[in-house]
Each structure stands twice: as C-alpha cells, then as structure tokens.
C-alpha cells in the first residue's frame, strides 16, 4: 500500500522524491528476493516517468534499474515489457528511436527478453525503412537470429525472417536473401493448423503466443513464395516461379475465389511455357493440363496444348494470337512476366520446333532445317548447337554437306546388352569357324589314309 501512496503523490514537483522513495523500496526488495516486489517498485518508476512524460529521465531509470547489482530477471522482463507499451505514444520519432535503442542495450545477451529484443529490432528497422534508409534496416534485422529462440512462435520466426528476406531483396543483396529464406522448411506451411495442440515446452520456456498484428500460417505462405517469386525473378529461374506460383495457387482461400486464381493460373500457363524443356517442366505442364480450372481461360488450354502436342509452331502466327494477352499480365496479379519474356517465348517455341524436327526425321538439310523453323541457317545452326552442349537433344552437323543427323540417346543398359548381343554373335561365328576347320581337317586326314 505505501507504493501505491507515493505514486498517488507523485505530481510533476515531487517526481523525483517520489522516484527516489520507490528506489529505497525496490533495492529492499531486490536484496530480500521478493520478485513480485522488486517488480512492482521498478515498474511503478516507470510509470511515474511516463505519467511526467520525461522520456529522458525514463530511458535514465529503465539503465539505472536494470544495472542495479542481482537485479533479478524477472524486473528486467517487466521493466521491458512496460516499456514497449510506451513506445507508440512518444511525441516525436527522435525520442521513439532514443527509448528503443536504450530498451535494446538493456535486452541485449539477455535470453530471457530475447523475444522482446526481437520485436524492438523490427520497430527499429520499420524506422528506418520509413525514412529510407533501406541498407540499415536490413543491417538491423540480420543481427538478430530468431531461428535460436525457442519460446518464440512459429509464426511470428518466419514472419520475422521473410521481413529480413524482403529487406535484403529492396537492397538488391540476392545471395543473402536466399541464404535467409533457406531457414523456413515450405513443409512448415502443410502443417495441419486445424488441430488444437498444447503450448509445447522447449528446456524451460514456454512458447508465447504470437501477437495479433502476426499472419496466419497460410498467409505467411503466400508471403513467403511472393519474396521467392521476386527472387528467382532476378535471374529469370522461370521453372521455379512457376512452382511458386503454383503453390500460391494451392492456398484453399485463393482456389475459393476466381477473381484471385485466374490470374495467377495464367501467369503458371506462361512460365510453363517460358520454362525450358526438362522432365520437371514435362511432368507440370501435362498436370496443369489436367487442371478443369482451365477451362475457364480456354486460350492457355490451347497454348499449353500446343506446347505439349509434337508438332511445328508458326512462331508468328502464335505471337499474333497471344500478344494481346502477353501485354495484358501487366495488370494482373504479379505484374508483367520481364523484360526477356518476350525473347526467351520465342526461343522455347524454336527450341520446341527443334524437339519435333529431331523426331520426325534421322536425316535433314540445314536448309530445310532452317525453313521449318523460319530462321536464317545461320540461326537454325546456333539454336541447334546450344540444344546439343546443352544436352536437350543428340545430333551432329556435317558443315560441308550441310546435313544434320539427329541420334537417340541410349542408356548405359541399352549399350551393354548391344555389347553383350554383339559378343554372343562373335563367339557363335568363332565356334562355326572352329567347327568347319576341325571338319575339313578330318576329311584331309581320311583322303591321307586312303
């Protein structure tokens, strides 16, 4: 009850011998290990300051307090948390920066108010972030590993990861932001969330429960594949935006609404296509096909039809066709497909072409190469020399002659049972040639004898 008199008498003129009472009072506590004590007298200092709205003086008690010899944890974790709620209605943002940073010196190489610690680094990144200054913020946010903190939710450590993984990705710092998002296992995002489970303990901590303003697991797995659609974006890793999209597009809330998959089933249709043929790509591209969703945008059924069916593509014909719809991504969800989409489409129709010809035909022209893909010989060799180094098709240009002989690719079985055919017809041959020469030596013998 006396603390609760001093901080009723705790006007602006008796602020400081109010504080200094509360001070004697908590030092009492603090060496007689009263937790409950120590706690309330420190906490109620705090209150005195903010109630006087002297920030400086509160920044002063927070390090003083927290400095005091055997100052117990629990104090420090309610000295903190109190704090924290004050941080939102300081009247200038210098005074918001000054109480984080003071909150955080005090937190630091502290386990028990790592998470507190946390969450002031991403208030203070938010800052500066706000003023544009970009590089600090995510300086900030690398320096705290919130992978290590078992009392953490699980939401609110991949939340706070993707927040570094998008801050290295504003700054352009492409190698760490993958080395971050390697940190979340996509399992994480398939875990039943329906089921209600038991806070579970990890050595003496319990796991807190993650703040309202944190995302849904579902929401953070939209989250998660946007950054990582930005990310192979950089190098134009279009198999794998494509599965990003495709786990976007997996979401239950997303395949409930239309307005929200059709964009983003389009926008697989095309990187399906933009993608270079490999069984990854074979295997989606014949599921996506199976997709009845796709019946409502019948125009990329067809497109993927032709993709998939062994025949030639007029590229000029296609282009004309899908132009408008190649034009109109700019203003779906994910924006427009980049800057060498439009390139790298034509590319995959030739390489596609290519595939087709290698089918039908042991033995071509480059000539007649060239006119079935509609470029210049010179092209139609370039376009065929990169297929073959890269290991997309087996076939060799006799330059002089000016013919391409196109080969099928045999395993290793495949050799060794024609070595082991060839082998057996060799010493079926040898053993007729042994038989005919014992055979005709026999017959010379008798004539000898007669």
Avoid at 312 to 323: E, F, M, P
């Amino acid at each position: 009850m006396a603390s609760s008199r001093i901080l009723r008498s705790g006007d602006s003129g008796n602020l400081e011998a109010s504080i200094d009472r509360l001070l004697n009072e908590e030092k009492q506590m603090r060496l007689a290990e009263n937790v409950a004590g120590t706690r309330k007298a420190a906490t109620e200092i705090l209150q005195l300051c903010f109630d006087a709205k002297d920030w400086k003086l509160l920044n002063e008690q927070i390090l003083n307090l927290s400095k005091k010899r055997g100052q117990l944890k629990q104090a420090v974790q309610s000295m903190v948390q109190q704090a924290m709620q004050y941080i939102d209605q300081t009247p200038d943002i210098e005074t918001r920066i000054e109480l984080i940073k003071t909150l955080n010196n005090v937190s630091a190489g502290k386990i028990y108010v790592e998470i507190e610690r946390a969450r002031l680094t991403r208030k203070l990144a938010k800052i500066k972030e706000d003023q544009g200054q970009i590089a600090e913020a995510a300086d900030l946010m690398q320096e705290v590993a919130v992978e290590t903190f078992g009392a953490m939710a699980k939401t609110e450590k991949i939340a706070f990861i993707l927040e570094q993984v998008r801050l290295c990705l504003d700054r352009q710092d492409y190698v760490r932001a993958q080395i971050l998002s390697r940190k979340i296992n996509p399992r994480v995002f398939d875990a039943d969330t329906k089921k209600d489970k038991k806070k579970p303990k990890e050595g003496e901590n319990i796991v807190e429960e993650a703040p309202a303003d944190i995302p849904t697991l579902l929401e953070l797995k939209r989250i998660y594949y946007e950054l990582m659609i930005r990310y192979y974006s950089h190098n134009n890793e279009y198999l794998e935006i494509c599965r990003s999209y495709k786990s976007i597009y997996d979401i239950p809330s997303v395949k409930e609404t239309p307005e929200q998959w059709i964009p983003i089933l389009r926008k697989i249709c095309w990187f399906l296509v933009l993608a270079p043929h490999d069984p990854m790509q074979s295997s989606l591209l014949n599921a996506t096909l199976e997709d009845k969703n796709l019946t409502e945008i019948p125009d990329f059924k067809m497109l993927l039809k032709q993709v998939v069916t062994m025949e030639v593509i007029q590229w000029t014909a296609l282009w004309n066709k899908y132009k408008g719809e190649f034009e109109n991504e700019k203003s779906m969800v994910g924006g427009s497909l980049g800057d060498k989409s439009g390139e790298d489409l034509k590319l995959r129709i030739i390489e596609h072409n290519i595939l087709v010809v290698s089918k039908y035909y042991s033995r071509i022209t480059l000539k007649r190469l060239a006119e079935l893909l509609c470029l210049s010989i010179e092209e139609a060799e370039k376009h065929l020399s990169e297929m073959v180094v890269s290991k997309a098709l087996i076939a060799k240009i006799d330059r002089p002659s000016g013919i391409v002989c196109f080969q099928i690719a045999k395993d290793s079985n495949e050799i060794l049972n024609s070595w082991a055919v060839n082998l057996e017809k060799l010493l079926d041959l040898v053993e007729k040639s042994c038989h005919q020469i014992h055979k005709e030596t026999m017959v010379h013998k008798a004539v000898l004898r007669s």
